[in-house]
Nanobody
Framework: QVQLVESGGGLVQPGGSLRLSCAASGIIFSINIMGWYRQGPGKERELVALISRNGQTTYADSVKGRFTISRNNANAVSLQTDSLKPEDTAVYYC?????????WGKGILVTVSS
């Protein structure tokens, strides 16, 4: 089992920045890919960014050039969000994948508003 805890969300003005962090505990040696998804108001959950164990990254087109995912070690991942837009408002979920399972954090709210 893997447990994920997100932190760093909050209210920010358009154009601002936030750094989201996710810490994993449990059987962390089995994690291959970590990443972030989000679910905006009235929308389905969508991929934001992924990072593999070897550092390969994937980004949604909507966040390319504005968000940066980094994996600090085997059990932590961060998402630097810059140039935030109102449409980035969502609950952001940390995700971790092993060969056989996927795990989710409880989510953290990011609100972009003036």
């Amino acid at each position: 089992q893997v447990q994920l805890v997100e932190s760093g969300g909050g209210l920010v003005q358009p154009g601002g920045s936030l750094r989201l962090s996710c810490a994993a505990s449990g059987i962390i040696f089995s994690i291959n890919i970590m990443g972030w998804y989000r679910q905006g108001p009235g929308k389905e959950r969508e991929l934001v960014a992924l990072i593999s164990r070897n550092g390969q990254t994937t980004y949604a087109d909507s966040v390319k050039g504005r968000f940066t995912i980094s994996r600090n070690n085997a059990n932590a991942v961060s998402l630097q969000t810059d140039s935030l837009k109102p449409e980035d408002t969502a609950v952001y979920y940390c995700n971790a994948r092993t060969l056989s399972n996927g795990y989710w954090g409880k989510g953290i709210l990011v609100t972009v508003s003036s």
